[in-house]
């Protein structure tokens, strides 16, 4: 049932704010149509947004707008990350955190641009997405957006397009990079697969902070001889322990100064147990601030998780980051773009103490949020009809018509 008859508020905010981006009226009406059925359509796909609205262009104009029309998405990734340093409580700060992961993009067709088989280890199968590293910022606030993404192309695909192949460590050092250029601070902070020689040691050189997960497995040098991490853990005595407690949650832990085999700095080694007679380690970590306290630690590691699997996961479920079945790889990196404005855009009511104009209640997800502007919407639609019937004399029947349900 076509039932938006007008924007919702928020998307007539972000008309206003992203003015500059397009280059006219109609390349706006299009940003406005696609950023308002990421938030409120059924089936987040050009055909699905598109179907949402009861007065309207042609479907295949919203699919030139996205695929082909003559608009930078760098230019309008560029501007969001401007405007989200105006507010206090999504503004760089030395003591954020930068959280860069990798996440699979579901699709449906095998003809999208740069899909691939890929393993899914939550779901323990093989799947058809897109890989998209995704660097993510974690305010002191506590409120998170990404930043910028890359996305991994097979070796073989590459090879068949003749151009460079660049492996997972090639991207996240392109990510850091992007971050470095545009003066974001920040702790980088990451899992076991990119605690490596290979990311660590650049990062090192750029002079940025990093913690980083560490492998059971990964070789350190311990009292002298070279062991496993879990040995060198084992290895440490009970009355050793100390506890910790970050975010209500109490742990043990050891901490030392160590080497690693093919790091050109030292690290500092944080082992967290459960119990502090666990007889294996929880947790695992490293960083280059010799001198940062285990708290300051812990704390950065711990936001990795807020920084990315929320996103991915809000991303996903509620603003179709892995709905576009565009098979044009230009049109899957503009829907991402789009997708990050959307996200942005609803992070002013995250937390607030207030609710925004847009919606008649405080919201604590992104979920919430979506259902403001559905809210929001609909509102507008009910004024609409009301509208028709008081002051230009339109039958029920006319209006059911209008909006197809009949």
Same mark, same amino acid.
């Given at each position: ?100 992961? #990798? ?9 999208? @641009? ?12 093989? $799947? ?9 910022? %974690? ?16 070796? @073989? ?18 990510? %850091? ?13 990451? #899992? ?5 020689? @290979? ?62 085999? $093919?790091? #050109? ?28 306290? %285990? ?13 990315? @699997? ?40 995250? $937390? ?32 609409? %009809? ?21």
């Amino acid at each position: 049932m076509p039932a938006i008859v007008r924007f919702p508020e928020v998307v007539e905010q972000a008309l206003a704010i992203y003015d500059a981006v397009f280059q006219n009226k109609n390349q706006r009406q299009h940003f406005g149509e696609y950023l308002t059925g990421l938030y409120i359509a059924q089936r987040k796909t050009v055909n699905g947004i598109h179907a949402e609205y009861v007065d309207t262009t042609d479907q295949s104009c919203l699919n030139r707008w996205l695929n082909e029309s003559p608009w930078d998405p760098v230019a309008l990734n560029e501007a969001r990350l401007q405007e989200l340093q105006k507010r206090h409580d999504t503004r760089y700060s030395k003591y954020g955190v930068i959280a860069i992961d #990798d996440t699979l993009i579901d699709h449906d067709g095998k003809l999208i @641009e740069d899909v691939g088989y890929f393993w899914d280890h939550a779901e323990q199968r093989s $799947k058809i997405a897109h890989d998209l590293l995704i660097a993510n910022y %974690v305010a002191t606030s506590g409120k998170h957006y990404p930043l910028e993404f890359r996305r991994f192309r097979k070796e @073989e695909q590459c090879r068949e397009k003749e151009e460079e192949f660049k492996d997972h460590t090639t991207l996240f050092l392109e990510l %850091v990079d992007f971050c470095i250029a545009h003066d974001i601070p920040g702790t980088f902070v990451f #899992d076991s697969y990119f605690t490596n020689a @290979e990311v660590l040691n650049p990062l090192h050189a750029r002079q940025r902070d990093y913690v980083g997960d560490l492998k059971y497995n990964r070789k350190v040098v311990w009292s002298g001889r070279v062991m496993s991490a879990d040995e060198m853990a084992a290895s440490i005595p009970f009355e050793s322990r100390k506890p910790v407690e970050t975010d209500g949650k109490e742990q043990w832990y050891f901490s030392r100064s160590i080497r690693i085999p $093919k790091l #050109d700095h030292k690290v500092k080694v944080v082992i967290l147990w459960k119990n502090q007679n666990e007889a294996v380690a929880s947790k695992l970590l490293i960083t280059n601030q010799l001198n940062w306290e %285990v708290k300051r630690i812990v704390g950065a590691y711990r936001r990795r998780w807020t920084g990315t @699997e929320t996103f991915h996961r809000d991303g996903k479920q509620h603003l179709g980051l892995g709905d576009c079945q565009l098979r044009n790889g230009e049109g899957q990196t503009r829907h991402t773009y789009l997708v990050f404005t959307a996200y942005s855009l609803l992070l002013p009511q995250m $937390k607030s103490c207030r609710a925004q104009e847009w919606s008649t209640a405080l919201v604590s997800t992104i979920g919430d949020a979506c259902r403001a502007v559905l809210h929001d919407t609909l509102a507008r639609t009910i004024r609409w %009809v009301v509208d028709k019937v008081q002051e230009h004399s339109w039958s029920s029947e006319k209006i059911c018509n209008h909006l197809a349900l009949t």
